[in-house]
């Protein structure tokens, strides 16, 4: 049997560095930090020790042509409360060891473009900033309690199982982009739970193979950045969570939260609290495409009178909209294709705020009370001009749900609507329909008209007796001479055989002009029915 051949240690190596090189060559833990917690804060002003501090060159050596392991141990680098000084550069590089950083201090930025790894986890980390754009990972990415300063380059990174960044702050770039992972790719759940952020966050044409998360975070967008969310085109293959989080309360000693999870949980438990999803700004997510659904339950958007919550054109089996009402921008769901929309009356904004032109979605599940009323205010909201196509789909929805009788009230208020658009002829005619007929929707009202006009005709005909026109004419009938005026087209046997004089002739040609009028009003009615039938 050979022997394993000794290697040489660099004689150049600090007594820390040296530390860390047999540290990585057995795979254990190399731990810098102190027995003073404070001391340990990697995010703190105060100064750690030179003693605890290594040269980014040497990590680098270590990653990209490290020393074999020791026989029987697997070579890795884990470093906890360590600095190192200088700017990490593995651009390009092929890194093969699991690498995993502890609240750890970067001096400089890290510089990762087009690098390979394995798995890559800084937890609690301070870095002044990220750059790995086209990183790719065979397995999990996580940045989880990393502050960076001055943001996050992703862009074209590819991630192969989970990318996690719960808790973490970071601000923004000279861009005004706090996060930039156009073209993303990541191979199961982006887990972004609770983040802080302070500058755009873009997500341009990203690809998440499970779940996007971002329960209980906080976008801020800067006025370097349109948006705090610019995400168009983004594809998430299961659901795209922007809710609250039921999280466990910190107790303000670092590193004592769980690092790798919120602690969300489906209903409140004894020490923990709520915390929302927050929006400072704008949100774009424009033709993006998600399996499950979109979830906006207990959002909050703090937007500005020019920002939008942008869901033009989305595709999603199901929309959650139970968000807080945005008191200002515009919530626009123009050509979204949804097929089950789950809301509550008080998350929609008012007039003004909301644009849904061919918006198709085929079910609605309201989340609490929403009678019609609100729900024609919902529709009268984002139309503040007269537009038929969302009435004609929401009066669809309600029909294809067995609730015909709310349906014909929609397309009532959607006649109504239409009136106001209409010149001053249009109008008048338009108010007579409604006030007899209710343009038809209601045909029993036409029935008590006509029953109402029959009764007053026959008792006022039943006190006059007019003179023949024909030696061979019926028995005067009251009652059917009226029906016969009031009824068009069929005749009785009545009308043509007598002569009325003075106010009997103006009163018989009343009685045959509304008789037109609510046969027409009836049939127009029926046609409609007929059309939707």
């Known amino acids: ?34 027995p003073d917690l404070l001391q340990n804060d990697p995010f703190s002003a105060r100064p750690w020790s030179p003693d605890r501090s290594v040269r980014a060159r040497v990590v680098a050596l270590l990653l990209l042509d490290g020393p074999p392991a ?36 970067f001096e400089n930025e890290v510089v990762l473009p087009e690098a390979h790894f394995t798995t890559l986890r800084l937890v ?3 870095l002044p900033r990220l750059e790995a754009a086209r990183l790719r990972t065979e397995g999990d990415l996580h940045l989880p309690r990393c502050r960076v300063k001055h943001g996050i380059r992703l862009t074209d990174a590819q991630i192969g199982t989970d990318l996690m960044i719960n808790q973490l702050h970071v601000g923004a770039d000279r861009l005004g982009r ?3 992972a156009d073209g993303l790719s990541v191979g199961q759940d982006f887990q972004a ?25 906080r976008l801020h967008g800067t006025p370097g950045a349109r948006r705090a969310l610019n995400a168009p085109q983004l594809t998430v293959e299961r659901t795209l969570y922007m809710t609250s989080a039921w999280v466990s309360e910190d107790t303000g000693v670092p590193g004592s939260t769980p690092p790798f999870g919120v602690g969300y949980v489906a209903t409140p438990a004894f020490g923990t609290r709520e915390e929302p999803f927050e929006c400072h700004g704008g949100v774009r997510l424009d033709d993006g495409r998600f399996g499950d659904a979109v979830d906006l339950g207990q959002a909050r958007f703090l937007m500005g009178p020019e920002d939008e919550l942008s869901l033009r054109r989305i595709v999603a089996p199901e929309l959650r909209f139970r968000c807080e009402r945005p008191e200002e921008g515009r919530v626009v769901l123009s050509g979204a294709k949804i097929v089950t929309l789950v809301d509550m009356s008080t998350s929609w904004p008012g007039p003004g705020g909301l644009a849904m032109g061919g918006f198709l979605y085929e079910n609605l ?12 205010e919902w529709v009268t909201a984002a139309t503040p001009e007269y537009a038929p196509e969302p009435y004609e789909r929401l009066a669809q929805v309600l029909r294809n749900s067995g609730e015909d009788a709310d349906a014909r009230e929609v397309l009532l208020a959607k006649q109504r609507r239409r009136r106001e658009t209409l010149p001053l002829a249009g109008k008048a005619w338009g108010y007579l329909q409604d006030w007899t007929v209710a343009y038809g929707y209601r045909p029993g009202r036409a029935a008590l008209w006509m029953a109402v006009l029959w009764a007053a005709g026959a008792i006022a005909f039943s006190r006059y007796a007019p003179p023949a026109l024909q030696p061979d004419h019926p028995a005067w009938n009251p009652s059917l001479y009226a029906l016969d005026l009031l009824v068009p087209v069929i005749d009785l046997g009545q009308d043509g055989y007598w002569r009325l004089e003075g106010g009997w ?13 609510l046969a027409t009003t009836v049939a127009a009615g029926a046609s409609r029915l007929l059309r939707r039938s």
């Open 1 to 34: 049997m050979t022997e394993p051949q000794e290697i040489d240690t660099p004689d150049w190596l600090s007594s820390a560095e040296l530390g860390m090189w047999q540290a990585f060559r057995n795979g254990s833990t190399y731990d810098l930090s102190t």
């Open 193 to 217: 739970d609770q983040i802080e952020t302070y500058g755009e966050v873009s997500l341009r044409g990203a690809k998440i193979g499970v779940s996007l998360s971002l329960r209980g975070s």
């Open 178 to 180: 706090a996060i930039t």
């Open 124 to 126: 609690g980390c301070a």
């Open 70 to 105: 020791l026989p029987g141990r697997v070579a890795a680098l884990k470093l906890r409360g360590v600095q190192i000084s200088g700017t990490l550069t593995l651009a390009g590089g092929n890194v093969a060891p699991y690498v995993e950083l502890n609240h750890c201090r």
């Open 505 to 517: 002739q103006w009163g018989a040609a009343a009685l045959i002009a509304l008789g037109w009028i």
């Open 365 to 376: 599940v309201p989340y609490g009370l929403f009678p019609l009323d609100r729900r024609l």
